[in-house]
DNA sequence: GTGGTCTAGACCACC
DNA sequence: GTGGTCTAGACCACG
């Protein structure tokens, strides 16, 4: 389910954190469901417990899960999710269009490029 | 003409780096001209020389300058700078792209959220 | 297991860089094996560890090893190691092919000298 | 005749001594001929006349040229030069097998690609 | 403990 | 004057 690669240079807690990111937005993990418990997942991944415990908190900060003392931690509702995910899109895209703006490319420009990397897309 | 935040999480050194790369690629500063001094840099934006030298080292490496003992430093030549260009621009989109698809969106979402964007871009 | 000359030209990180390079495409350092840390080979050459870590960061990115912090440097993979061999044994021979003819020989008189060497190599 | 670049990271005396390197090796510059004065190449080159003083003066230490006081500076004389070029093809080889097999490839590796290298030049 | 960044101040080669 | 290397010693993030 995770899968930490010891060769990134991310530190671990970051590769927990969007590993589980793009599983919660992708609808790996519904809404509503229980993660593994801190302890657990420490065991799992061979990890030591504050990693794991630092990424759920990260997590939580996100908006992407919710933690609950001596219950344990949960994936969002859908309600808060579908916005989390429509956010994160456009600030993904918002950005690198920013990025391109301020290297001086032209909308055109991008809009081209752009095209022709969704057609790679769709072509793979 | 160049600002440090020191509230950024990420290097000095990085910042200075992106700072020359917008300011190259965007044209705000002209092929073949030269840069300040790494000390004369150093001293404007308070910085420890050696910090500069290393933003000038990797600039260098990435192929927007090129510096010169006993000469000074100088952006590239235009032909140099066009390949430069294109380059970045192609890897900041795919790289949106590619956060997005393992997010779980389709690419038909990408490419309508994209046009809405740079509708706005055009518009502004 | 590294000597440092320091009659050499060269900058120190430099010749820190050639020894791995060749101690990590001959096999005296298996892939994935760990790299002494930064301080401990500082310690062991009378080393500023600044210059020992300007050695490791060039390292890697020449894709030799990989540094994670709070782990340590690693030696790459063999699958990584394998390219990087054959991208080197083809730079090295080309360059010298290149200086030999811009000294004016002919290709048959280079061909005619390296038999020639790898004859004595292989009577050594 | 000579064209300096200031593009080039080595030192401007060595590009000057390389290229007369090349250019008495290669026969442009006959044996017994005369080299251009030190003011007047600094001229033509828009240097300083140090750099080419200290370029000459490397010239003769490698045995290329021989300055005479008040007469100027003057190609070796063919015999000389004959030697040269053999040490100099030999040194470049040998020293590029050398590093090949510091790296652990077998003398068939290096024969194989040297062939295949030496075959591409001549189909160029 | 690990790697990585930064400062301060020195020295060198080159032009 | 220029870029480049090195040392000494500090601090941070990560596990």
New interface residues.
């Given amino acids: 389910m995770i899968l930490i690669d010891?060769?990134?240079?991310r530190?671990i807690y970051e590769q927990v954190i969007e590993r589980f990111?793009?599983l919660i937005?992708?609808?790996g993990l519904e809404p509503d469901s229980q993660l593994p418990s801190v302890r657990q997942l420490a065991v799992e991944l061979a990890l030591n417990p504050n990693t794991v415990q630092r990424a759920y908190a990260e997590l939580e900060r996100m908006g992407y899960i919710c933690s609950v003392k001596g219950r344990g931690s949960f994936v969002q509702g859908e309600k808060s999710l579908e916005r989390k995910?429509r956010e994160?899109?456009?600030h993904?895209?918002?950005?690198?269009?920013r990025?391109?703006?301020?290297?001086?490319?032209s909308?055109d420009?991008?809009?081209e490029?752009?095209?022709q990397?969704?057609k790679e897309?769709?072509g793979v």
Avoid: N
Wanted: proline share 3%.
């Fill in positions: 010891y060769r990134d240079k530190p990111e793009t937005l992708s609808g995910k994160y899109l456009h993904i895209l918002k950005d690198s269009v990025s391109c703006r301020m290297a001086g490319m909308v420009d991008i809009r490029e752009m095209e990397i969704l897309e769709q």
